[in-house]
């Protein structure tokens, strides 16, 4: 956490807590002094400002006569492990050469609005476009410069859609677009 050594003995668990939580530290404290240790997953608030997700066992520091004198944190940083999955998350749902949506994300979420939409009486539009003769540009040009015109067809879609909506890579040059609360089929 970058205290330094000793900094910490005495003071309150809660001084490495992002944000006060006074339900919690009441819970915390009556856990503790019933003699019951846990295990759980916090963030933490380094010496420098910055947080660091932790797995944190706290146990009762108890006295000869069995009274709370305070607890014991055994603290592991998870942090790399909680990037890690962060990002196979973010693999697994976003096309990687666009940062869209990928397929799978964008029929998780279309048959969420599906649901929403009947229950709510709105209505959606699902778009499939497809960028015509772009192989040629992969032929001609090459594959690099294929990649650069579909990151660039993706940032146009994106600039022209509304923050609710949703843009998607199918895959190759197919993009999938769902526009949320269409009040018609001229709109």
């Not at 410069?145 to 859609?161: F, H």
């Not at 909506?165 to 993009?175: H, M, N, P």
Request: glycine share 8%; with cysteine.
């Amino acid at each position: 956490l970058g205290y330094p050594p000793g900094y910490l003995v005495g003071r309150p668990v809660d001084c490495l807590w992002p944000e006060p939580d006074a339900p919690r530290l009441m819970a915390l404290a009556t856990r503790l002094r019933q003699g019951a240790a846990a295990t759980y997953e916090q963030e933490l608030r380094r010496a420098d400002g910055g947080l660091l997700t932790a797995i944190v066992t706290d146990a009762p520091h108890l006295d000869g006569a069995g009274e709370l004198q305070g607890a014991i944190l055994t603290i592991t940083d998870i942090s790399a492990r909680k990037a890690s999955e962060q990002r196979i998350h973010y693999l697994a749902t976003h096309d990687t050469l666009t940062g869209l949506a990928n397929r799978a994300q964008f029929l998780d979420q279309m048959n969420t609005s599906l649901l929403l939409a009947m229950r709510k009486r709105t209505q959606l539009a699902l778009l499939f476009l497809d960028l015509d003769r772009f192989k040629e540009v992969n032929d001609t040009l090459g594959h690099a410069a294929g990649d650069a015109l579909l990151i660039e067809a993706a940032r146009r879609m994106q600039l022209a859609l509304r923050a609710s909506d949703l843009l998607a890579r199918q895959g190759g040059d197919e993009f999938m677009i769902l526009l949320h609360d269409i009040h018609g089929t001229d709109e």
